[in-house]
């Protein structure tokens, strides 16, 4: 991608919608993530949750500020994903705190992966803005930490989150393919094309591809909290 890659409207309009989905994204995290920590079970974690939260409104208003440099309101590009959002945190909100972290982990997990994969369509500083705000904060370790001494402590709590687990991964998948099928920008950003007729036809196997490595990655995480079967 050259430099000057935003001079192309397809590509421009592609950008904005990835900035305005991601942005949506880390406040809606922001958000959670500050409820959440009052259900942790003792200071320390509800510390560990709060600073995460933080870092997740850092990432917004980076990706705030890059829209605004380039004269787009922040509210115009997120307001296209805010319904979708809103519904699949409706549709998953966790009862107690372990299911928040593992909502964290997987749901959070596989957007983060899904922006990452579309990030090698971006021009090297549109891609270097979506890899940061997309890096691990250190809630992997944290979580995977207390959801596997919970299982440990209470082997019943496994069959549990599985089944929160699973649930999680249909409804994260099914927003990916959201995003990817109703914005015509991001999905010609899928498919490396970035300019041209105006018109372009979605291609199923370039969607599936990644949503294959979408799902391989969800797997990952599951087993890697002790919840896989």
């Not at 990706?63 to 922040?74: N, S």
């Not at 319904?83 to 959070?108: C, N, Q």
């Not at 999905?187 to 490595?213: F, H, I, K, N, Y």
Request: glycine residues 8%.
């Amino acid at each position: 991608m050259e430099p000057d890659a935003l001079d192309d409207p397809g590509y421009r309009a592609a950008v904005i919608d990835l900035l305005g989905v991601l942005a949506c994204g880390e406040l809606t995290a922001y958000e959670r993530l500050t409820g959440d920590a009052a259900m942790a079970p003792d200071p320390n974690d509800e510390v560990h949750l709060a600073e995460m939260a933080v870092a997740e409104f850092r990432h917004f208003q980076r990706l705030r500020d890059r829209l605004e440099e380039w004269g787009v309101a922040p509210s115009e590009a997120m307001a296209p994903f805010r319904p979708a959002l809103d519904r699949f945190h409706a549709m998953t909100a966790p009862s107690d705190w372990l299911e928040g972290l593992v909502k964290a982990y997987i749901g959070d997990g596989i957007g983060m992966h899904f922006y990452r994969e579309i990030a090698n369509s971006l021009d090297p500083q549109t891609r270097e803005l979506v890899l940061d705000v997309c890096e691990d904060l250190g809630q992997s370790d944290f979580v995977v930490d207390r959801v596997r001494a919970a299982i440990a402590q209470d082997p019943r709590v496994g069959g549990r989150l599985a089944l929160w687990g699973r649930r999680l991964v249909g409804e994260a998948i099914s927003q990916a393919q959201h995003v990817a099928a109703e914005r015509d920008a991001l999905t010609a950003l899928l498919m490396g094309q970035v300019g041209g007729a105006p018109e372009r036809r979605l291609d199923l196997q370039a969607v599936g591809a990644l949503m294959s490595a979408v799902t391989a990655e969800s797997s990952r995480r599951m087993q890697t909290l002790g919840l896989s079967g």
